[in-house]
């Protein structure tokens, strides 16, 4: 004789029970746990936002020059090894200076390899805080939102059919706070890897731009002056990284076509 089904605590009649590692078991120590990096990101974000944004400025660098410098001549290996470390904790913790933290890479190591070491910076800072989010609240947003109302749900659901074009348009565009283009892949569900390999192609062509600013910095300081970070707006920059930006939304515009016309 067969047993019926199984019924009880968190199980629904005709349903199988809830078998995900977490389900059922994320009381409120461990929710509270779950949450403590991007608690803690969240309070530093602040904190750094009051104490640290004008000490991490263009003056400070300007100030500092002749110093980081010889650092880095001293002490070559320890100083990239030093600056990506900041670099990362900046990203990781959405402080104030993220483009002040690529020119000083352009500065100290010119344009190559300063963009490799930046952009590789910025990548494992943003998958710090992308974890950090998924971990805390993005698996919890995600379900939800897949067994949320129609609306909700085909919001996901076109998400998911183009994650990667809008990954790498979020990155493209200018006009998208980096710290916006790291937590939002987080609330949807995306892949690690595919963040990752969508964030470190997508930043290069920006990060490009402000470090070979930075190259340049040594005529900015020698005559007193500041660098022109309005450069990235451009026609010369700006058309360039718009291109790859329709790129991108190509692929996405021809699936809404596509679908408006029931093909």
């Known amino acids: 004789m067969q047993d019926g089904p199984r019924t009880g605590p968190g199980t629904t009649p005709g349903r199988e029970p809830d078998t995900r590692p977490d389900a059922g078991t994320a009381g409120p120590g461990r929710g509270w746990l779950r949450r403590l990096p991007i608690l803690v990101i969240a309070v530093v974000a602040v904190l750094g936002a009051v104490l640290l944004r004008d000490w991490l400025s263009f003056e400070t660098l300007a100030q500092n020059r002749t110093r980081l410098l010889e650092f880095r001549d001293a002490n070559y290996l320890a100083c990239v090894l030093v600056f990506m470390a900041a670099y990362i904790a900046v990203v990781a913790f959405s402080l104030p200076g993220g483009t002040i933290a690529t020119l000083t890479g352009g500065f100290l190591f010119s344009t190559f390899p300063g963009v490799v070491f930046n952009v ?49 348009l979020i990155r493209l565009v200018p006009a998208v706070p980096f710290f916006v283009a790291n937590l939002v892949p987080a609330f949807v569900a995306v892949p690690l890897w595919r963040f990752v390999v969508t964030t470190f192609l997508g930043i290069i062509p920006g990060t490009l731009v402000f470090t070979s600013v930075g190259a340049g910095l040594g005529a900015v300081f020698a005559s007193g002056g500041r660098p022109d970070l309005g450069i990235i707006f451009e026609p010369r920059v700006l058309l360039p990284i718009l291109g790859l930006c329709v790129l991108a939304a190509l692929p996405i515009l021809l699936k809404a076509l596509r679908g408006r016309k029931g093909l």
């Open 120 to 168: 590789t910076a910025a990548t494992i800072g943003a998958t710090a805080i992308f974890l950090a989010a998924r971990w805390g609240l993005g698996d919890r947003l995600a379900r939800r939102m897949e067994a949320g109302d129609g609306l909700i749900r085909r919001i996901k659901a076109g998400i998911d059919e183009s994650q990667w074009e809008m990954l790498f």
